[in-house]
């Protein structure tokens, strides 16, 4: 929903009606993962993307009817079904869409969940897309890292209590997911599925060593969804005007920032570390720090081969362990043949996608298999 909430709030805002279908499961080669969302207006517009464009007539579709009906339908589309080949599903993927009718009447708390979104406030909204009680499908709950903050009911105490605790799980790891409960939310047991967006904030890509590199690697990072931090010691180099795509430029020495923000809280499984100094009085004591944080993305580190070998000798000096050390990307990125800053930054951000997503950064002409891993949560 995220990536359709610009074009939902204003219409929800106005009083209109709009069909929203959502990707809520994905198997084999679905082109996009759940949570990713089309918008159908009763003027006949659609915004968004369920599918990349293979099931999109259909899903346009069934969110008419839905609007007509206000009854949320939870379709399959795939190799599966009879009608595979009909709706374009070619990829060979299978994928859950579920549709609803969403406006003011059927969704009261679009608005504050709107607002948290926009103010970077972790939330997550929960919604009973299968039952056997038709009454109980489309429900919602709002989830709040405060349980008094809570919105909505999925209908019982029992089901809000157990979806609770497991959409706090889910937004501690930025994913959404698919849950399965019994009817009454009962731990052991099927019948009730239920949908859990998790609106985490942003994942963080911090880049240490204000360079040339560095620029670039803010704007790929900044252009994939990280909120991106360039930190570095040297107030002449750290500038808001040389760093515009950054979200915020630090000036401090970049192992004290790192330190200062994992005891704040803000380093997480997520986040994605990249140190372009290549300068063993910056980056050594950056990676003594890195390297040993509870769980990161990602650590990558900048440098030729002899930097490389000199960095882990020093690193060894300093005490790291090997498992410590194996954790580093080093030299970074992916083997592209890579010269300017702008495709050295290309290099890093395909290590770091595919490090996300488990691929194997081999070109896929010459690969076997589903080019998509399976997947049931965006990390």
Known sequence: MRDVLDQLLPRWEAGEVVGVGTVVATFQSAPRPPGASMLVTTKGEAVGSVSGGCVEGAVYELAETVMGTGTPVLERYGVSDDDAFAVGLTCGGILDVYVEKVSRETFPELGD???DIGAGRP??????IEHPDPSWLGRRLVVRLEAGDNEGSLGSERADAAVHDDALGLLAAGHNATLTYGPDGERRGEGMRVFVWAFAPKPRLLVFGAIDFAAAVAKVGTFLGYQVTVCDARPVFATNSRFPDADEVVVDWPHRYLEAEQEAGRIDGRTVLTVLTHDPKFDVPLLEVALR????????????RRTHDD?????????LTADEIDRLSSPIGLDLGARTPEETAISIAAEIIAGRWGGSGERLAITEGRIHRDIDHVP
């Open 293 to 304: 944080l509870p769980e990161v993305a990602y650590v990558g580190a900048m440098g030729s």
């Open 311 to 319: 960095r882990l000798a020093r690193l060894r000096e300093a005490g």
């Open 123 to 128: 939330v997550a909204l929960a919604t009973v």
């Open 113 to 115: 969940l709107a607002a």
